[in-house]
């Protein structure tokens, strides 16, 4: 099964203006995680999916490839689905989402997401890092519980599982998931699941994920030992990350 990496960056976000542009490490963003990536090696083909010409050109100057796609998606998987349904990589089997704004995408985490499609046999795959509880009554860590067999349950911003008992804390701590935005995905369950009307779990929820729960697509969760660094989302996360970055370089402890 060949793998086909697509980036999605849309040059239209609000809270980040021009984010794919902006400059980490004295690059910008997108080409960043570009070189991210590609550095990898876990996908046969990778491609940079906008809708502006002016952040494929950037990638196209640092040697990657980019596609224009329509600027009327809702989310980057549908802009991820335009890409894969192209002529030119419907030869790949398996579809992996890596979000324009994770520059530190743990490279466990990516293999994780197309093991569960690839050798696990199930429609889409993802990942979660393990976490303390202190996560839990923050809604910008999407949580995740997942079956023995590695299927996810289900995803949400508030504190799942939920502490009933003070005794099981220790049980309820060891279960503590905090899911990662990259999805791998079979190519026919990435087109049945962008052709599928939102869902209201998904609208009162805002994870586009429960969509394809709610639909019965099977989404695999592969574990890793802590989630990636974050996503870039505003003024103050692109300080961080470049703070990161050159203490990465430094090899300064963070």
């Not at 995740?144 to 508030?158: H, K, M, Q």
């Not at 592969?222 to 990465?248: M, Q």
Request: one cysteine or more; a negative charge; glycine letters at 8%.
């Amino acid at each position: 099964m060949t793998t086909l990496a697509v980036i999605p960056a849309r040059l239209g976000a609000t809270r980040l203006p021009r984010k794919p542009l902006r400059e980490l490490g004295g690059a910008p963003l997108v080409v960043r995680v570009l070189e991210r990536v590609q550095s990898l090696r876990l996908a046969d083909e990778v491609v940079v999916a906008t809708e502006a010409e002016e952040v494929a050109a950037v990638v196209r100057k640092a040697g990657g490839r980019a596609m224009i796609t329509s600027d009327q998606h809702p989310s980057g998987t549908d802009r991820v689905a335009e890409v894969a349904m192209h002529a030119d990589f419907k030869r790949h089997d398996v579809v992996v989402n890596v979000q324009g704004d994770e520059p530190f995408m743990r490279g466990d985490a990516m293999a994780g997401a197309i093991a569960m499609v690839r050798d696990h046999g199930f429609d889409l795959g993802t990942a979660a890092g393990r976490r303390t509880a202190a996560i839990m009554d923050d809604p910008n860590c999407v949580k995740v519980v997942r079956a023995d067999d590695g299927r996810a349950l289900y995803f949400s911003r508030a504190p799942i599982p939920f502490l009933r008992d003070a005794a099981d804390a220790h049980t309820r701590d060891d279960l503590v998931l905090q899911h990662m935005g990259i999805y791998a995905a079979r190519r026919e369950a990435l087109a049945k699941w962008v052709a599928l009307p939102p869902h209201p779990l998904e609208l009162v929820e805002k994870l586009e994920q429960l969509r394809a729960l709610a639909a019965g697509l099977a989404m695999g969760v592969a574990i890793v030992d802590a989630p990636s660094w974050g996503e870039v989302n505003t003024e103050d996360d692109l300080v961080r990350a470049n703070a990161h970055w050159v203490a990465s370089a430094t090899g300064t402890p963070r």
